[in-house]
């Protein structure tokens, strides 16, 4: 499993761990149907607490990301297919708000930051998530 966590990180170690599950889902490095591991084994491996990993893998449940099988373990859940909602495009475009200040900030231009989305965005698939 390639999931890194920064001790030193700003961002809560359980938060680390549920951001980098939504990439590997949204990037399809993880697939409906891939098991992870079981909160033990992943905290022996990441040297975290096993509630920090509960506690994700709480979360990334609510969320419907994963599914806790009982007697088989946790796996990645099926993808729910809805049409996004109002209230979903309203997040997605206060978030590049919150990136066009940042950017601007550090002297990147709208336009330059379209082409750096672009860029990224090409390049979505095409980068593997790591190996275990």
Same mark, same amino acid.
């Given at each position: 499993?390639? &999931?890194?966590? +920064? ?11 549920? +951001? ?8 399809? $490095?993880?697939?409906?149907? +891939? ?11 990441? %040297? ?5 990993? %509960? ?5 990334? *449940?609510? *969320?419907? !990301?994963? *599914? ?6 946790? &796996? ?14 309203? $997040? ?6 919150? !990136? !066009? ?13 379209? +082409? ?5 965005? %090409?390049? $979505? ?8």
């Amino acid at each position: 499993m390639w &999931f890194r966590i +920064d001790p030193r990180s700003e961002v809560p170690l359980y938060q680390q761990l549920v +951001d980098q599950v939504r990439e590997g889902v949204a990037r399809g $490095w993880l697939r409906p149907g +891939d098991r992870l591991p079981s909160v033990r084994e992943l905290a022996v491996r990441l %040297a975290l607490n096993h509630n920090t990993v %509960a506690k994700a893998y709480q979360e990334l *449940e609510r *969320e419907g !990301l994963i *599914e806790t099988l009982r007697g088989r373990g946790t &796996f990645v859940a099926a993808r729910r297919r809805r049409p996004a909602s109002h209230e979903d495009y309203a $997040w997605v475009e206060s978030q590049i708000r919150q !990136l !066009l200040v940042a950017a601007y900030h550090l002297g990147i231009g709208p336009e330059e930051l379209v +082409d750096i989305v672009r860029r990224v965005a %090409a390049g $979505w698939r095409e980068t593997e998530g790591g190996s275990s």
